[in-house]
């Protein structure tokens, strides 16, 4: 297929998985904070934030400025404007300020041009799913709904990103361009849950049950969780079962695995270095001593998270860049044409 | 219950004499629905105002969802509009159809018979004398660059839209030929596919005639003219200017339908004389390009230095015969307003035959009589650019005001060249909904037509209509609507396809039958 294609369906695959795992980790949080003092909302709300490494604004007036920019006028701002962040403002603002890179509705409208380009590329099924959502998200009420019914807007966006993965899997054919669009969403999938242990698992130590809970809820594994682990939960089984755990498909090791095996069916010949660097990551998680992991996590973390970009890096070098095949041509034909 | 009506100006309503000068299709000079029309105009009798909103909300939010919209250049609010496709269709009998059928064939073959006589051929209609060369040179839309590369077949116009108009006399009339990137034909496919969902019920017993092949069609016809040293199973790409231009809804929807790769000029590279596109596993040969790129944005190397949608070295490649772009460049030769007027003369000589679809009438402005005699009466005549489509920069004399039609006179004498007049041409009318009835609005046709092998004439087309009342503007542009274009099948083929039906549902109930005995 064609690697610009290529390119766009992986990037739509990773836009897409980024918009659901935000609403995901917005729903949990919002939800931690049900009953909970301002200062304990303000303070999940940083976290998220943090785990987004999003650019968010942390004082009172900018977070106005930004909710200004959405086409209500939140009143609501003013309530906690001492604390420095507005819980409710800031997660408005993460799901549907459209200037607001990373935003929910930023990363759907991303998504869907993507497939706008790639229309002759996929199923009209799925392109009318993508922008049904996206005009769903564009219509004037969206973000006052969001104000108003978080969860419901916030459930509607989960069932709408899986109801899109659905029309994916079943009606879409399962060749190249599939492979690249559900690498882009298994390789964002990775680094999401990366984020999140990095970010949740030092506030774990030694605290409650509802801490274990919202870590887990906010990727969906907390049933999953339970099912597996009968014993209540420890911090370091949270983040074995995130890490680690073999049949969930949100586990990072289940996520390299699902990209390796994708990109093992993409490569023509031999190990290409995306394999390569997969392969690598892969096997320091699945045989590696646990321990030894955990007691250095923030670093492997962090190391995880580098390796993922590192394999982005090469995907885009080898499939989408096709730099080797293409460097000695561009300079045949000279200006005008880069690779 | 609504009201058709047939004739506002006059307050005249259906079952009441015409006004002269228009013809209506769907009914006769004595305000009769004819005879084609009947059961679909008894179907929209029945139907109550509120009903007909609800088609217009549920076609409305079809489109939208389905993202089918256009791009409307210079308006700022809502630069992506949902097509507009008005409810009640046009409807066009077999016999009929089989005259403009034949008509459009035969234009679109000496047209091609032109074009190649022109590029790659000897010039004969030059050398006999039937048009004046400096006519041809003159022409915006020649292309040197295009002299003597070949394509197989001699198919240089692969995909043709003959617009037609119905005057006063009811006759079909080319206005204009349309022989570059004729678009359009996503929207009478995408039409039928919305009226088929809305109206089921309207189409019962008329065996319309199917438009769904199209992408099949157009396969068959880009594959027969691959260069013939590729072999059997050529690379065939769409090539788009991208996801920011007006139509690119069609392009995608082109090569989704033919089965082919989308590709921008980006994506395509040439290396000694032959077109590779780059793909995932590196570059890969392109053997038929089919370009919805204008000529001068085709290959920056010979043609407009600044385009970044085109492929530096394509014109190159085609020269060598490695690579058949389609439609050939150079083709706005052939639908130049002032070359248009020669079309019935280059039917007779090509073909000899006598034209069976005349021209509206039309004066050449350079001739310096007939400047003399339009400059007379530009208030009663239409003037228009040679090389303009989509509508741009058409003077409808009635309709101008004096200051106009001064301006329009300066520019005239300043290059008579640029220019051609023809008379006004009352469009015909048929019914479409203003929001409160069906009211008459004009309509013209633009039929498509494939050359290769063979040519083919997709049943109908693209009707367009003027949605303000008494405009004869129609272009999409500049503010017109559309309405599904019903070809009907002839009489025996109607029986057949009832019979078949009815088989179809016989054998449904004795399956669901079979089925529920088994249960």
Known sequence: MLARHAEDMFWAGRYLERAEDTARMIRATLLSTVGESPAHGVERMGNLISTLRLEMPTSADTVQTMAESLTSTPPILHSTAGLGLDVQAAATALVASPSLAGSVVFCIGRARENFRSLRDQVPSELWEQINQIHLRMHQNDFSTTMEHDPFQTLDFIRVSCQSLTGVISTSMSQGEGYRFLVLGQSLERALMTCRLISVRYPELDGSSYDEMALTLRSVSALEAYQRASRSSPLASDVARFLLLDDAFPRSVLYCLRACEAHVNALSPVGKTPPMRHLGQLRSKLEYGDFETLLAELPVLLIDIEAGVRGVADDLSHYFFRNAEAFDLHCQAIGPGVSA | ?519
Not at chain 2, 28 to 57: C, K, M
Not at chain 2, 205 to 227: C, E, F, K, M, T
Not at chain 2, 296 to 314: M, Y
Request: with cysteine; hydrophobic share 40%; proline share 5%.
């Open chain 2, 1 to 519: 219950m609504v009201e058709i009506v047939t004739a506002t100006e006059d307050g005249l309503k259906d079952g009441l004499p015409q006004p002269k000068g228009f013809v209506d299709e769907h009914v006769d000079e004595q305000g009769r629905t004819r005879d084609h029309y009947q059961p679909v105009q008894e179907w929209f009798n029945r139907l109550t105002p509120t009903q007909i909103s609800a088609l217009e909300e549920a076609r409305n939010e079809s489109f939208r969802r389905q993202g089918i919209t256009f791009t409307v250049y210079g308006n700022e609010e809502g630069t992506e509009r949902t097509w507009p496709m008005d409810l009640f269709p046009r409807i066009i009998d077999a016999q009929e159809w089989a005259g403009v059928e034949q008509g459009l064939a035969q234009r679109v073959t000496a047209l091609n018979r032109f074009l190649d006589d022109i590029y790659s051929g000897e010039q004969a209609i030059i050398h006999d004398g039937i048009i004046p060369q400096h006519l041809i040179t003159s022409c915006t839309g020649f292309e040197r660059e295009a002299m003597n590369v070949s394509v197989p077949l001699g198919a240089r116009c692969v995909v043709a839209g003959i617009d037609l108009v119905r005057g006063a006399d009811g006759v079909y009339r080319v206005l204009e030929d349309n022989l570059r990137n004729p678009s359009g034909i996503s929207y009478v496919i995408e039409n039928r596919a919305a009226m088929t969902k809305l109206l089921p019920a309207a189409f019962a017993n008329l065996a319309v005639r199917s438009v769904d092949h199209y992408g099949r069609s157009l396969l068959r016809v880009l594959r027969s003219i691959a260069p013939p040293a590729c072999g059997d199973d050529p690379t065939i790409v769409v090539l788009t200017p991208g996801i920011f231009n007006s139509a690119y809804f069609e392009h995608a929807f082109l090569a989704r339908s033919i089965g082919v790769e989308l590709v921008e000029g980006r994506d395509l590279m040439v290396d000694d004389h032959v077109v590779a596109m780059r793909t995932t596993r590196g570059l890969e040969r392109v053997d038929v390009i089919y370009r919805r790129i204008d000529d001068t944005f085709l290959d920056p190397v010979v043609f407009n230095p600044q385009s970044s949608l085109g492929v530096p070295g394509l014109m190159a490649a085609a020269r060598a015969g490695t690579v058949t772009v389609a439609n050939a460049v150079g083709n706005g030769v052939g639908d130049d307003k002032a070359v248009y007027a020669y079309v019935p003369d280059m039917i007779r000589y090509y073909l000899d035959e006598q034209p069976k679809i005349d021209n509206v009438t039309t004066y050449l402005l350079w001739d310096n009589d007939q400047r003399a005699e339009v400059l007379k009466r530009l208030d009663q005549l239409v003037i228009k650019p040679v090389a303009e489509s989509g509508g741009y920069g058409i003077v409808i004399g009635p309709q101008a005001s004096d200051a106009e039609l001064a301006k329009t006179r300066d520019k005239i004498l300043e290059n008579p060249r640029r220019w051609i007049a023809q008379e006004v041409v009352n469009l015909s009318r048929l019914p479409a909904w203003n929001g409160k009835e069906f009211a008459p609005r004009h309509i013209d046709l633009r039929p498509f037509v494939l050359c290769g092998e063979q040519t083919e004439v997709i049943p109908g087309g693209l009707t367009r209509v003027a949605m303000r009342e008494g405009s004869l503007i129609v272009n999409s542009s500049q503010g017109g609507g559309s309405k599904d274009t019903w070809v009907l099948g002839d009489a025996n083929q109607a029986q057949e396809v009832q019979a078949k039906k009815t088989q179809t549902q016989k054998t449904q109930a004795q399956e669901q039958q079979a089925e529920e005995n088994h249960r």
